[in-house]
T-cell receptor, first 112, second 113 residues
Framework: KQEVTQIPAALSVPEGENLVLNCSFT??????LQWFRQDPGKGLTSLLL?????REQTSGRLNASLDKSSGRSTLYIAASQPGDSATYLC???????????FGDGTTLTVKP | DTAVSQTPKYLVTQMGNDKSIKCEQN?????MYWYKQDSKKFLKIMFS???????INETVPNRFSPKSPDKAHLNLHINSLELGDSAVYFC????????????FGSGTQLSVL
């Protein structure tokens, strides 16, 4: 059974800092990994999708890496802004039938 | 226009009642999902449909019955609501079911009293 863990559970940083969020999974036989952002009371917005054959994906100030052999992914946020404050979740695609297992999320607060 | 829309946004009801949540996507996607997010914010898949066919049913009590009248709609009907059903229910869609990017609705917060 795939288990997904995100550390830390919460993170508070001053504006402008670069930061890394971590996601680890127990079974390396994954199909993909997605990073999402969830704002309070809102749905999830997909940030980056990494297929199992890829090592990283970039979008603007965001960079996500994937190391299947060690069961880890990181989300790097450069030059953080208060608008980045949200909960970030990673989801591991565990089959080719659309089933994803989510982590508990990391709640990020970026202080002005 | 909202890509994945679900209604209602809030639902407060008594134990034992039957209720439905509706979901529609205008992205032309083939696959739709229902996820449940509990009070600890843990998100877990419940059902997945591809072109109106059920492909994932994650040991959800049979009080929960999804229905997909067409590939743009996936509704969730819940019979005999229980206190433990209180959660936020999210609808999502993807182009196909081969682990593609997920698009989520804004959620339905269900409170069972």
């Amino acid at each position: 059974k795939q288990e997904v863990t995100q550390i830390p559970a919460a993170l508070s940083v001053p504006e402008g800092e670069n930061l890394v969020l971590n996601c680890s999974f127990t079974d390396s036989a994954i199909y993909n990994l997605q990073w999402f952002r969830q704002d309070p009371g809102k749905g999830l917005t997909s940030l980056l999708l990494i297929q199992s054959s890829q090592r990283e994906q970039t979008s603007g100030r965001l960079n996500a890496s994937l190391d299947k052999s060690s069961g880890r992914s990181t989300l790097y946020i450069a030059a953080s802004q208060p608008g980045d404050s949200a909960t970030y979740l990673c989801a591991v695609g565990v089959t080719n039938a659309g089933k994803s297992t989510f982590g508990d999320g990391t709640t990020l607060t970026v202080k002005p | 226009d909202t890509a994945v829309s679900q209604t209602p946004k809030y639902l407060v009801t008594q134990m034992g009642n039957d209720k439905s949540i509706k979901c529609e996507q205008n992205l032309g996607h083939d696959t739709m999902y229902w996820y449940k997010q509990d009070s600890k914010k843990f998100l877990k898949i419940m059902f997945s449909y591809n072109n109106k066919e059920l492909i994932i049913n994650e040991t959800v009590p049979n009080r929960f019955s999804p229905k997909s009248p067409d590939k743009a709609h996936l509704n969730l009907h819940i019979n005999s609501l229980e206190l433990g059903d209180s959660a936020v229910y999210f609808c999502a869609s993807s182009q196909g079911f081969l682990n593609e990017k997920l698009f989520f609705g804004s959620g339905t917060q269900l409170s069972v009293l």
